[in-house]
């Protein structure tokens, strides 16, 4: 997640959206990279794809 992080700052999107899934698969509880992968769908203009993971992230941390 923070290689993902660090590609989203960097501009190169699909290597971290790339990184990013690749976290998830191996951790699917991992909240902060579904936070981080809403952040960049929003940038992309992704607005569907956000959404989902800003409410999977929701769920997983309690609703919080």
Same mark, same amino acid.
């Given at each position: %997640?923070? +290689?993902? &992080? /660090? *590609? =989203?700052? %960097? #501009? ?8 990013? #899934? @690749? ?5 699917? #509880?991992?909240?902060?990279? &579904?936070?981080? $992968?809403? /952040?960049? *769908?929003? $940038? =992309? #203009?992704?607005?569907?794809?956000? $959404? /989902?993971?800003? @409410? +999977?992230? @929701? @769920?997983? %941390?309690?609703?919080?």
């Amino acid at each position: %997640s923070n +290689r993902g &992080y /660090a *590609h =989203m700052l %960097s #501009g190169n999107t699909e290597q971290a959206l790339a990184d990013l #899934g @690749q976290a998830i698969a191996l951790n699917p #509880g991992f909240v902060p990279a &579904y936070r981080i $992968r809403a /952040a960049l *769908h929003q $940038r =992309m #203009g992704n607005a569907a794809a956000a $959404r /989902a993971d800003q @409410q +999977r992230a @929701q @769920q997983l %941390s309690g609703g919080q």
